[in-house]
């Protein structure tokens, strides 16, 4: 019988595995994708305390070699289910059930889509999500980057310096980013602004040739010729599996900074549970807590 399942082995994954196997517990630690998490598309690390520079990708290493070293790797494994009530709970996997005392939800937040014509059908062919894994494919090229976020703002500055025009497309005049990205992003001369916009429509034959973007201000809708869409308008939380076993607040599982959740013995942590700020460190900060928390549900 495991002590301690944990679903996702991002920065919040890790951490609850390092914890909880300095605290005695055994532990499973269960992926359906490439571990690391979302960290792992961010080049450049600026703002965890004490290793500025790092690349997501070295960071994420880090913590496999850190939680390798205690005993605990990641498994692949696609969760398809989860009983959550009880004593002994249980989780399905395509390959077997694993009954576990404790659960960690460490399954973080997907991206979130325009939902317009044209987005499905182009995805992989000129609209990406990611512009640190795809921006090299578009070098010398004009892109657009949807989205007035900090995420954005710093994916139009990545392109900026391989793209020949980026076109930031925000459907307001005010933006989320931080200021310090908006002015830099102000001062590139191969970035423009495209506000009071959304896109109706992604076009292009076998790949993506333009953009029909539509006015939030009642002006008349604007074509744009680009090479390629990069949507970062945010993220969705990776709740579906849950949903009925336990409370959720807008889709996010509810969770104080204990981590625990409304059923005893599973925790939240990271992106996937209610709370106000969403970052690397506090993702780290939540797999901590988990962690000890589970290895005193289960004392």
Known sequence: MTDLVIIGAGPAGFSAAIYAVRAGLSVRLLENSLFGGQIINTPDVD????????????????????????????ETAAVSKAELSGDIKNIYTEKEIIPCRSIVIATGASHRKLGCPGEEEFTGKGVSYCATCDGAFFKGKTVAVNGGGNTALEDALFLSNMCEKVYIIHRREGFRADNANLEAARARDNIEFVLNRTVAEIKGGEKVEGLLLS?????????????????????????????????????????????????????????????????????????????????????
């Open 215 to 299: 006015s939030t201000t009642g002006q008349p809708d604007l074509e744009l010729v680009v090479d390629g869409l990069f949507v970062a308008i945010g993220f969705h939380p990776n709740t579906e599996l849950f949903e009925g076993q336990l409370e959720l607040e807008g889709g996010y599982i509810k969770a104080g900074e204990n981590c625990r959740t409304s059923v005893p013995g599973v925790f939240a942590a990271g992106d996937v549970r209610t709370k106000e700020v969403r970052q690397l460190i506090t993702a780290a900060a939540d797999g901590a807590v988990a962690g000890v928390e589970a290895g005193k549900y289960l004392a």
């Open 47 to 74: 703002n965890y305390p004490g290793l500025p520079g790092i690349s997501g990708a070295e960071f994420a290493m880090k913590l496999y070699e850190h939680a390798a070293k205690l005993g605990v790797e990641p």
